[in-house]
């Protein structure tokens, strides 16, 4: 079955402690996105990837880093996370150009920082 | 800048159809997007048009693109309880980045 998944689902820290959140896809797609989705703001963009080894800043990058060593896993690494990092995060994937016509989103894993 | 701009909630009752809009800023987006989400899930792509059409149906939806307003609608006919969710609107800023609107929740009352 064709999937994004992310791990943790949920997930409750404390204010500086490093924390990775896991994303993998099964569909050998190029492009791979991170979202974070806020009440009344819709989805932002963090960070996204063109293919391995190639990532770029989203709308809001602050705070987030991924890395992209492998085709199926794109990883969103916060290195001392804060209380304004509590979000519903959501990785997405696609095949590359098309306009991201078909990206595929995880079911999203829910953080709140303390 | 990109800026997507929808109406926040919905309330229709069972059987009536439901028109969700949206207006977007960048004329050049190439496609625009109707994403569902439903409680406790991620996005799932409903419908999208192409920025050439004016109009798309795909069984109960309908999406009308007004290019010259930058004015984008969906309807659903037939409102079913099952509609009730997230509808968000994203334009297609280029090949690797989707702008999105802040959602608009819909809610189907028997």
């Known amino acids: 079955e064709a999937q994004v998944t992310q791990n943790p689902r949920y997930l409750i820290t404390v204010t500086g402690k490093k924390l990775t959140v896991t994303c993998s896809q099964n569909m050998n797609h190029e492009y791979m996105s991170w979202y974070r989705q806020d009440p009344g703001l819709g989805l932002r963009q963090i960070y996204y990837s063109m293919n391995v080894e190639v990532t770029d ?10 890395s992209r060593k492998e085709k ?41 920082v303390t | 800048g990109e800026d997507v701009e929808q109406s926040l909630f919905l309330s229709v009752r069972e059987g009536d159809s439901s028109v969700i809009n949206c207006t977007y800023t960048d004329s050049s987006s190439t496609y625009l997007y109707w994403y569902k989400q439903e409680p406790g899930a991620g996005l799932q792509l409903l419908t999208y048009i192409f920025s050439n059409m004016d109009m ?42 989707l702008s999105f609107g802040a959602g608009t929740t819909v809610t189907v009352r028997a």
């Open chain 1, 57 to 66: 800043k989203g709308d809001v990058p602050e705070g987030y880093k991924v």
């Open chain 1, 72 to 112: 199926r896993n794109f990883p969103l690494i916060l290195e001392s996370p804060s209380p304004n990092q509590t979000s519903l995060y959501f990785c997405a994937s696609s095949k590359a150009g098309a306009s991201l016509l078909e990206q595929y989103f995880g079911p999203g894993t829910r953080l709140t």
């Open chain 2, 56 to 97: 798309k149906q795909d069984q109960r939806l309908t999406v009308l693109l007004n290019k010259k307003d930058k004015h984008l609608s969906l309807r659903i006919a037939d409102t079913q309880t099952g509609d009730s969710a997230i509808y968000f609107c994203a334009e297609s800023i280029n090949d690797y980045k």
